[in-house]
């Protein structure tokens, strides 16, 4: 069965890094483009990023472009997403998602704050 | 970015109830949307892809419509474990966005 599973979220100052993983199974990884999906606390929904099949293609929403970097290991059936520069706005919990949006992790906690 | 405007964002109902949920993209998106239900602490489920179609295992009294810029989400006779949180996606073009979302809540 597929199985998407997040890690790498914690508690981190303003200003510093953090890089999150996904590790999927269950499935041709490198068939599927992957997101990044996002939810801060009590808020809504927030689509973050995508990553195509071969990694060639990357998009991202306006709020993380320039400081979020999303990337993939096929070999390792790993999705990633680098966090610089985070802000207390970044605070959320972070979904990865297989292309096609049926299948989600359980989500990855982010807190900024110092 | 193409911004998507839910209505209503809260919305009280009785089980057996019919109710619709709409969102509405601020350009033409063709049929690119899909309707996603989140219950507390849980990853969103995915309900309805292109517009209309219903995802594989989800019960048919969900339904989906619409095509260009106004779509609908439809549950025919609401159920117990249907009180959740809604949320629609367009994915036409990128960044993709999702509506603000709507709390379905019990009467």
């Known amino acids: 069965q597929v199985q998407l599973v997040e890690s790498g979220g914690g508690v981190v100052q303003p200003g510093r890094s953090l890089r999150l993983s996904c590790a999927a199974s269950?499935?041709?990884?490198?068939?599927?483009?992957m997101h990044w999906v996002r939810q801060a606390p009590g808020k809504g929904l927030e689509w973050v990023a995508v990553?195509?099949?071969?990694?060639?293609?990357?998009y991202y929403a306006d709020s993380v472009k320039g400081r979020f970097t999303i990337s993939r290991d096929n070999s390792k059936s790993t999705l990633f997403l680098q966090m610089n520069s985070l802000r207390a706005e970044d605070t959320a919990v972070y979904y990865c998602?297989?292309?096609?949006?049926?299948?989600w992790g359980q989500g990855s906690q982010v807190t900024v704050s110092s | 970015a193409i911004q998507m405007t839910q209505s209503p964002s809260s919305l009280s109902a009785s089980v057996g109830d019919r109710v619709t949920i709409t969102c509405r993209a601020s350009?033409?998106?063709?049929?690119?949307l899909g309707w996603y239900q989140q219950k507390p602490g849980k990853a969103p489920k995915f309900l309805i892809y292109?517009?209309?179609s219903l995802q594989s295992g989800v019960p048919s009294r969900f339904s989906g419509s619409g095509s260009g810029t106004d779509f609908t989400l439809t549950i025919s006779s609401l159920q117990p474990e249907d009180f959740a949180t809604y949320y629609c996606?367009?994915?036409?073009?990128?960044?993709?966005?999702f509506g603000q979302g709507t709390k379905l809540e019990i009467k």
């Open positions: 269950g499935f041709t990884f490198s068939s599927y483009a």
């Open positions: 998602a297989r292309g096609g949006w049926e299948h």
């Open positions: 350009q033409g998106i063709r049929n690119d």
């Open positions: 996606l367009q994915d036409y073009n990128y960044p993709y966005t």
């Open positions: 292109a517009a209309s």
């Open positions: 990553i195509s099949d071969d990694g060639s293609n990357e």
